[in-house]
């Protein structure tokens, strides 16, 4: 059943802009039932003028939110809004991280962070990743499509950060869960 785009839908707000220009997208579905949004994306050049476009099909489950990527130069607009079939909860992943400082280096510290999946199913996520500073400004935004969580596992990685990030956030965004 096709939804006439309305903000009584979904609602939107960006929740993260970084120094680089980019940004994180909170949309809210506060529904009882679950959403397929229809996103169309422009790219544009520095005068205005759009370079590209394409779509995508952002999966709001119903009473929660979804997050979405937007780089500089940029724009996300809703093009449709459809009633779905319920999509399978995956709220069972979790997140932890820790910021270690290298021994005997200023400039670098090392980020771990692990995404957790306790259900007997793997679950397949896109991941956002924002990096803050002390007084919670966004300075970086990382993203990766289709991440795969084993059943009762997980996957971590580690990396090398600026000084200058002292917190972190990885935003889940599942994509579905295999039997």
């Not at 394409?54 to 500089?72: A, G, L, M």
């Not at 130069?73 to 779905?84: A, C, G, L, Y």
């Not at 991941?127 to 300075?139: E, F, G, R, T």
Request: aromatic share 8%; net charge negative; with cysteine.
């Amino acid at each position: 059943v096709k939804k006439q785009l309305d903000m009584k839908y979904i609602s939107s707000e960006i929740i993260a802009h970084t120094e680089d220009n980019c940004d994180v997208i909170k949309y809210t579905n506060n529904n009882d039932y679950d959403i397929d949004m229809t996103l169309s994306i422009e790219q544009y050049d520095s005068d205005g003028n759009v370079t590209s476009t394409r779509s995508q099909i952002i999966k709001c489950q119903k009473n929660s939110v979804t997050y979405s990527y937007c780089i500089p130069h940029e724009k996300q607009n809703v093009v449709s809004i459809e009633e779905t079939q319920d999509i399978t909860d995956v709220s069972s992943l979790e997140t932890k991280y820790e910021i270690k400082k290298y021994p005997n280096h200023d400039d670098y510290y090392k980020l771990s962070y692990y995404v957790i999946n306790p259900d007997s199913k793997n679950v397949s996520c896109n991941m956002i990743m924002i990096y803050y500073d002390k007084d919670m400004n966004a300075l970086g935004i990382d993203a990766m499509d289709s991440a795969l969580v084993p059943a009762k596992s997980n996957i971590q990685s580690s990396f090398d950060i600026n000084k200058r990030v002292t917190h972190f956030e990885i935003l889940l965004m599942p994509c579905g869960i295999q039997k």
